[in-house]
Structures are given as C-alpha cells and as structure tokens.
C-alpha cells in the first residue's frame, strides 16, 4: 500500500500530465513481456511485438539489459523514467543522459539490493554507457511503443477528459478519487495499492502529478525516490482489447462508418472529442436527451466513441478510429 499524504497547499497543485510519457510507456511495457497478466488486454500486441523484436534484432539486448534494468518487481531505477519525457522521446533521452553520475550509482546499487543488478550495470555512470543505453531504448520504442501512439494518445486523452470531468463535478476529490478503482480518496491521503513495498510519501507542497499510462496494468506505480518530484502512474481505462495499426480487421469497420455520414452524427462526434455527456452531446446537436443517446450508441457500436461511467453520468470520448475520422473531416 502506498499513502500519499496531502497537505491544504498540496491539493491546490494536483495536475494531469498534459501528454503521455514514453518512458513511462518503456518501462510499463517492459513490465507486460514480464507476466501473463492482463494478457487479453494486450494479446495483439503481444503476438506482434515479439516478431517485431526478434527482426529488428533486439531480442538479445531485451533479455540481458533492459528486462534485468526494468524488472516487473519492487523497484527499477527512476533516472529511467524522465519527467522531462512528456515533452518527447528527445527531451526524456537528454535528461538520462544529463543525469548526476552519483544518482545513477546510488540508484544502481538499490536495484542490486532490492532484486540484483546485471553486472554491467555500473557502467550507466559513464556517458558512453549511457548514450548506449539510450540508444537501445529509443529502438526499442520504435519497435514496441511508436506503432501504438494513436492508441496510447487516444486512451491517455478519454482518461484525461474523464479526470476533468471528475474535478468540473466534484473537484480534488473528484479528480483523486477517479483515477481507478486501485486509488481511493481517504482524506488527507490517497491510498494506492502498490506491487512494491508499504511506504508513505509526504508531499510537503510539492503536489502531486497523475500520468495516465496505457500499459500500466491494475496497479498503478510511482518514483521511489520521496525527494523526486511526485508522480503517479496509474492504468487509463480500457474497453475491448484494441487491434495493432497493421491487423487487417482494423480495416473492415468501412461499411458502419455509411451510417454515420449527417450533421447531427457528426456534431456529435465533434462534441466527443473532448469528453462529452449525453445531454452536452444533445445540447450541442439540438436534439432530445433520448435522441442523443441513440446517436452516441450508434458511433459506439460503429467504433468511433467509447463510453465510460463516471457517477451518475456516463462521458463519451473518442476511439483511435473516431479520432482518426475527425482529424480526416477537419480542413
């Protein structure tokens, strides 16, 4: 269990990361090659991910450097998830690289403690080592996480819009206590169920961070460094598994999508692009509440919303399809 203690300045600084982090995204789905849970949720990417690997040629380099540097277990060093990465792959990699050599050894030595380091591993206090190691992540990203970024952006986006609509309706608490079911709101602290060791974080001022991560699974995660500026990553909410970009079944949804072409369909696609009830879809449309919902169902059984509970409403937002549809429709 984690419990992140709050003080009155703390819950005037909570914030949503404005943009998934790839990093986070690295680490999470390290994790996911590391365990059959949640494999029906990621069983596409699964499948194709190890055949992407394999011909890229960094099956090898999986097994002997980034699995023992980012175990699914107690801890995996923090310099490797940059907070910098929500402002690009670029700007996280500079951060790696830019980071204190002491941190990186002192960082190193816990995970040898906790789970045991690889035996290189002392060498990532040197900047050759590093660079490498960069490197190899960015390749890694490329062959397991680029080709899902619409799929990533797109859930990070629907749980971003439902986490302000937790706030709009309830405020901090709300926003807290809407980031999953494994995160409850006890005030003055947020209990997290944790795959690591029972601690409690103090934030003393400094806030607190939410980053929705799409390959985070159940359990959400967090830097173990307490002096580190705080973060939490937690799973965003997940419908039907998703296909890869390439499955040839992500191209049949063609003839649905015929059913959707008239103005008040599309005003209502439009609504949902920023997360959008059921009566905000019908006030922006100018249809009845009822008429409005039968347009929300039908863009949901056509795969272009997904629709998520929250309260006593339920909140449409837009699939990577829907999403895909817009940005095609808009000049």
């Not at 206090?125 to 390749?139: I, S």
Request: contains cysteine; charged residues 20%.
């Amino acid at each position: 269990m984690l419990r992140i203690h709050f003080g009155h300045t703390d819950l005037g600084a909570v914030r949503v990361a404005t943009a998934p982090n790839p990093f986070w995204e690295i680490a999470t789905s390290l994790h996911r090659l590391q365990t059959r849970d949640g494999r029906w949720a990621y069983a596409d990417w699964f499948r194709t991910v190890r055949v992407r690997l394999r011909e890229k040629g960094l099956d090898r380099a999986l097994r002997t450097v980034l699995l023992p540097l980012v175990p699914r277990a107690a801890y995996f060093p923090d310099f490797l998830t940059p907070a910098a990465g929500v402002d690009g792959l670029d700007a996280g990699a500079d951060e790696i690289l830019a980071t204190c050599p002491r941190r990186v050894a002192r960082e190193l030595a816990r995970l040898d403690r906790v789970v045991g380091a690889p035996a290189w591993a002392p060498r990532l206090t040197g900047p050759e080592a590093r660079r490498d190691l960069v490197r190899l992540l960015r390749a890694y990203h490329d062959a397991a996480v680029a080709p899902y970024t619409e799929e990533i952006r797109s859930r990070f986006d629907a749980e971003r819009a439902a986490l302000g609509r937790g706030f709009l309706d309830d405020g901090v608490p709300g926003l807290l206590g809407g980031a999953g079911p494994a995160i409850r709101w006890r005030p003055p602290a947020l209990h997290v169920d944790y795959p690591a060791a029972d601690r409690d974080l103090r934030l003393d001022g400094r806030g607190l961070t939410l980053l929705p991560t799409y390959f985070c699974w159940r359990s959400p995660n967090s830097l173990a460094d307490p002096a580190l500026p705080p973060v939490l990553c937690h799973p965003v909410h997940r419908g039907a598994a998703p296909l890869p970009p390439d499955h040839p079944l992500a191209q049949t949804a063609a003839p649905p999508l015929a059913t959707l072409l008239g103005r008040t369909r599309a005003t209502a696609l439009r609504a949902a692009a920023g997360g959008a009830t059921t009566g905000e879809i019908a006030r922006a449309a100018g249809v009845s509440a009822a008429s409005a919902s039968r347009h929300a169902t039908a863009l949901r059984d056509a795969g272009l919303v997904t629709t998520r509970r929250h309260g006593a409403t339920v909140l449409h937002t837009l699939t990577p399809v829907g999403a895909s549809v817009l940005r095609a429709a808009t000049p």
